[in-house]
């Protein structure tokens, strides 16, 4: 069985402080993942769950990047296109 397909139309509502993407028919989970802007390679899981949405973590300030894949059956999608989000300083 192939992968499911990749999250479409992932965006954030910062008035709202949540994620967002369109949901996948048969997926099991989501998975998201941030790092800092400008680092390169390493991404901190901070979501796994059945909804489609979620919300950042409350300790970020800066321009942090975000991304999203969708795991069937123990298949992972591709990450969507990472988003960058810059949050106010603390």
Do not use: M
């Not at 099991?28 to 899981?45: F, P, V």
């Amino acid at each position: 069985k192939q992968r499911p397909p990749t999250p479409e139309n992932f965006i954030y509502d910062s008035d709202a402080r949540i994620f967002r993407w369109d949901a996948i028919e048969d997926v099991t989970a989501y998975e998201a993942h941030y790092r800092e802007a400008g680092e390169k390679g390493h991404w901190t899981a901070f979501y796994e769950g059945e909804e489609n949405s979620c919300s950042p973590p409350d300790s970020l300030s800066g321009i942090s990047e975000f991304r999203v894949r969708a795991i069937a059956e123990k298949k992972e999608s591709h990450w969507s296109r990472a988003l960058e989000v810059t949050f106010p300083g603390s």
